[in-house]
């Protein structure tokens, strides 16, 4: 059974960093390509960031040359760092893996985390 499990979200003003973590536990990531979406109230699931197993990332324009997405294999672990945030970057941010090509739909992942909440406040 593979358990995802993110952290590092907060409340932090415009401007600031956060660096989010999606830790796995019963399988290895270090074959998985691994997604990050973000869902604010009210608002459909977004596709924010992705890296495949073999370190390319992909962004949603939104966040392109703001957030960087990398992986630590000896940790099992995934990271999003976000800088430069905005109170549009507002919304609980999910990770989510699968075990093939890196993709930006949601539906194309087959675990998922329980989400961490990040507030910009502006």
């Known amino acids: 059974q593979v358990q995802l499990v993110e952290s590092g979200g907060g409340l932090v003003q415009a401007g600031d960093s956060l660096r989010l973590s999606c830790t796995a536990s019963?399988?290895?990531?270090?074959?998985?390509?691994v997604g990050w979406f973000r869902q604010a109230p009210g608002k459909e699931r977004q596709f924010v960031a992705a890296?495949?197993?073999?370190?390319?990332?992909i962004y949603t324009s939104s966040v392109k040359g703001r957030f960087s997405v990398s992986r630590d294999n000896a940790k099992n672990t995934v990271y999003l760092q976000m800088s430069t945030l905005l109170p549009d970057d507002t919304a609980v941010y999910y990770c989510?893996?699968?075990?093939?090509?890196?993709?930006?739909?949601?539906?194309?992942?087959?675990?998922w985390g329980q989400g961490t909440q990040v507030t910009v406040s502006s």
């Open positions: 019963g399988r290895t990531l270090s074959s998985a390509a």
């Open positions: 890296i495949s197993s073999i370190n390319r990332d």
């Open positions: 989510a893996a699968r075990w093939g090509s890196i993709s930006t739909l949601g539906n194309d992942y087959h675990y």
